[in-house]
C-alpha cells in the first residue's frame, strides 16, 4: 500500500523540530557520541538546509499575511464610502502598489455596453494623461472574450501576443489582467502592465488580484447603484417639486382628501377660495369647511364612490360670512394608482363669482345695446370716430304715451313702456337690426351695421310690420286706456356710423341728415302708420305693398319729402 503524502507541518512545529535536533547536535559533540566529525558535519549540513527552507518559507507566509492583511484593509477601506470616483480611485493605488506596477487601468462598461476606460493610475499614484493611457486591446478583448484572467512576464516574447502592434508599439513587458464579475456578470476589466520589466507577475500576484477584484467589483457596482439611486432620487426630488411647483400654480383650486373625505393637501388658489389655509384645512372632513358645509358635497362624494363616474360641473351656491353668496362649480374624480385601485379623491374648485355676475351684466348690456355691437368691438381697441356707410334708419314713437303719462301711476306707466318697447325690441333684433337707442317713448335702430346685410331696408320693412302685428297683440291684454300704437318712419341713404362721447362713456351710433330724415317721418306717421321715403321705397318695391301719399314737408328740409304708406309685403 503506498503512503498518503502527509499534511504539511506548521512553521512553528518545524521550528521546534529543528531546536531539539540542534540540541541533540550539541549534546552528542559534547558527551563525544558522534560517529565522527564527517557525520557532525552532515547532521549540521542538514540543518542549515531546513533553516534556509524554513526561511523562505517563514518570508511566504509573512508575504502572504501582508498581502491578505492588505486586502482586507483595502477590502474596508473601498467599502467605506459610496461615492463611484473615490472607490476607482482607491480601487487602482492599492493594485498598482501590490503588484509593484508601472501603469494600471480600471475599466467599465457604458450604457451602450462598450468598456471605456474610468480611470488611470501609475506608480507614482497620479491620474495618467490622455496621451499616456495606450494600452494592448488584446489582452483585454480576450480577457472580455474568455472572462478569464490573462498574466504574461513577458509580452513581447509571448507567442499570444508577440505579433500584436500594439504591444511592439508600446513595447509592453509584464502584463496583468483580470475580469471585473458581479453575479458572474462581466462589468469591466483591472490591467496592469510595467513597460521595463519582465516577469514581474507571477501566479501569486495574479491569484491576489483576482481575489481583490471581486472585492473591487462589488464595491464598484454598490458605488454605481448609490449613484443612480442618488441621481434618480435627485430626479425624483426635482420632480415633485416641479409638480409641487405646478400643483401651487394651478388657476382653479384643487382639493385632495382620502376615501373618507378627509381633506390631505389643498393648493393655494383653494386656499384663497376657501379662505383657509392649508393646515387648517388638512386633516378636516370636507363639510366641517365653513364655506363648503351648505353645498352637499359630501353627497357628491358618495355619488362618486358609489358610481365610480366623474361628476363634472356641479354648480352650487355657497354662502361666505364676509364675501355674501358666492358659485362653485365642483369637478371630482378618484385618484387611481397604476392598477386602477382609487386611492383618494381630487376636487377641483373654481370659484365663479365674478364671472356669474359679469354675464349677468353682460345680459343686462345686451338688453341696452345690440348684441351685434358689442361682439364687434375689441375694449382695448375702442377709438373715436367712424366710417360712412349706407344704412337704412327705423324710427318708432308711441303715440298717445305723453297725454297718458299725465292720468296714470309712474308704475303703471313704466310696465306699460316696457310691454311696448319690449315688443318693438324683440321685433327689430328678429331681423337683425341693432338697437341703437331708447328715447323715452321712441326707439332708434339701424340695418347694415355693424354687420353688413344685402337686404337691409326689407329687414327694416319686416321688423316694422312685425312691429304693428305684436303691438295689436298687446293691445288685447291692456285697458282700452292704455292701449297704444307706434308710429314709424324708415329712410335709405349714408350715415357716419362709429363712436361718439368720450373715453369715460362712449355710445355706438349713426349720424347723419339721413336720421334725421327717418326721425321726420316717424314724427309725421299715424298711430299704427309705417311710412318710407322714396329712397327707401326704391330698395323694396318690388317686395312691398305700398302707396304713396303726400309729400311731407319737414323741419329743416328745403323740398317736401317724398313718402310711401306700406300696406303689406307681396
Keep these: 500500500m503506498s503512503r498518503q503524502p502527509s499534511s504539511p507541518i506548521p512553521p512553528d512545529r518545524q521550528l521546534l523540530a529543528l531546536s531539539r535536533l540542534a540540541d541533540q547536535i550539541r549534546y552528542n559533540l559534547q558527551e563525544g557520541q558522534a560517529s565522527g566529525t564527517e557525520e557532525a558535519l552532515d547532521e549540521l549540513t542538514h540543518l542549515a538546509g531546513s533553516l534556509t527552507r524554513l526561511s523562505r518559507l517563514v518570508a ?14 483595502i477590502s474596508q477601506v473601498i467599502n467605506s464610502t459610496l461615492k463611484l470616483d473615490d472607490v476607482l480611485r482607491i480601487v487602482m493605488d492599492t493594485i498598482v502598489r501590490l503588484t509593484g506596477a508601472e501603469r494600471g487601468f480600471l475599466m467599465l462598461r457604458d450604457r451602450q455596453g462598450e468598456l471605456t476606460i474610468r480611470t488611470a493610475r501609475n506608480w507614482e499614484q497620479e491620474t495618467l494623461e490622455a496621451a499616456e493611457t495606450a494600452i494592448s486591446r488584446t489582452v483585454v478583448n480576450q480577457v472580455i472574450a474568455a472572462s478569464q484572467p490573462v498574466l ?18 508600446l513595447n509592453l513587458r509584464s502584463i496583468l489582467c483580470v475580469p471585473l464579475k458581479v453575479r458572474e456578470e462581466l462589468i469591466g476589466v483591472i490591467y496592469a502592465d510595467n513597460r521595463v520589466r519582465t516577469g514581474l507577475f507571477t501566479e501569486t500576484e495574479l491569484n491576489l488580484l483576482a481575489a481583490f477584484a471581486n472585492h473591487a467589483a462589488v464595491a464598484i457596482e ?26 401651487a400654480s394651478i388657476a382653479s383650486g384643487v382639493i385632495i382628501t382620502d376615501l373618507d373625505g378627509r381633506i390631505t393637501l389643498t393648493n393655494r388658489a383653494a386656499e384663497s377660495i376657501l379662505d383657509m389655509d392649508s393646515q387648517t384645512a388638512e386633516g378636516r372632513i370636507i363639510d366641517e369647511i365653513p364655506l363648503l358645509s351648505g353645498t352637499n358635497l359630501s353627497r357628491y362624494l358618495a355619488s362618486l364612490r358609489q358610481t365610480s363616474r366623474p361628476l363634472v360641473g356641479r354648480e352650487v351656491r355657497a354662502v361666505h360670512p364676509e364675501k355674501g353668496l358666492q358659485t362653485l362649480n365642483f369637478n371630482l374624480s378618484f385618484l387611481r394608482d397604476s392598477h386602477g385601485v382609487p386611492h383618494g379623491i381630487a376636487i377641483v374648485l373654481e370659484d365663479l363669482t365674478e364671472t356669474r355676475l359679469l354675464e349677468a351684466k353682460r345680459r343686462l348690456f345686451e338688453r341696452m345695446v345690440s348684441p351685434q355691437v358689442i361682439e364687434q368691438f375689441n ?19 308711441l ?21 311696448y318697447l319690449g315688443a318693438a325690441a324683440e321685433a327689430i333684433l328678429a331681423e337683425g337690426g341693432t338697437i341703437d337707442k ?18 337691409h331696408t326689407l329687414r327694416a320693412v319686416r321688423a316694422a310690420l312685425h312691429m304693428r302685428s305684436i303691438t295689436r297683440s298687446c293691445q288685447e291684454d291692456l285697458l282700452p286706456e292704455l292701449q297704444l ?32 330724415t327717418a326721425k321726420r317721418l316717424q314724427e309725421n306717421a299715424a298711430p299704427g302708420q309705417i311710412l318710407l321715403s322714396a329712397q327707401a321705397y326704391a330698395q323694396v318695391s318690388q317686395l312691398v305693398c305700398g302707396r304713396p301719399i303726400e309729400p311731407i314737408v319737414a323741419k329743416g328740409k328745403k323740398e317736401p319729402i317724398q313718402v310711401y304708406e306700406v300696406i303689406s309685403l307681396v
Excluded at 331708447?438 to 337686404?455: C, Y
Excluded at 308710429?487 to 347723419?512: M, S
Design 222 to 247: 454598490n458605488a454605481r447603484l448609490f449613484e443612480s439611486v442618488r441621481n434618480t432620487l435627485a430626479e425624483v426630488t426635482q420632480l415633485q417639486n416641479l409638480m409641487g411647483d405646478v400643483f
Design 438 to 455: 331708447f328715447m323715452g317713448d321712441a326707439v332708434m335702430a339701424i340695418f347694415n351695421a355693424p354687420l353688413t346685410q344685402a337686404d
Design 379 to 397: 375694449p382695448d381697441q375702442l377709438q373715436l370716430g367712424g366710417e360712412r356707410s349706407q344704412i337704412t334708419t327705423l324710427f318708432a314713437d
Design 152 to 169: 504574461t512576464t513577458n509580452a513581447q516574447q509571448d507567442p499570444r501576443f508577440d505579433s500584436q502592434e500594439s504591444v511592439i508599439a
Design 485 to 516: 300704437s307706434f308710429g314709424i318712419g324708415i329712410h335709405y341713404g349714408e350715415a357716419l356710423l362709429g363712436l361718439v362721447g368720450t373715453e369715460q362713456r362712449l355710445e355706438y351710433t349713426a349720424i347723419g341728415d339721413s336720421v334725421n
Design 399 to 419: 303715440r298717445g304715451f305723453t297725454s297718458l303719462a299725465e292720468r296714470i301711476d309712474p308704475e303703471i306707466l313704466v310696465s306699460v313702456l316696457n310691454r
Design 60 to 73: 511566504k507566509r509573512d508575504q502572504e499575511r501582508e498581502e491578505l492583511f492588505a486586502l482586507g484593509e
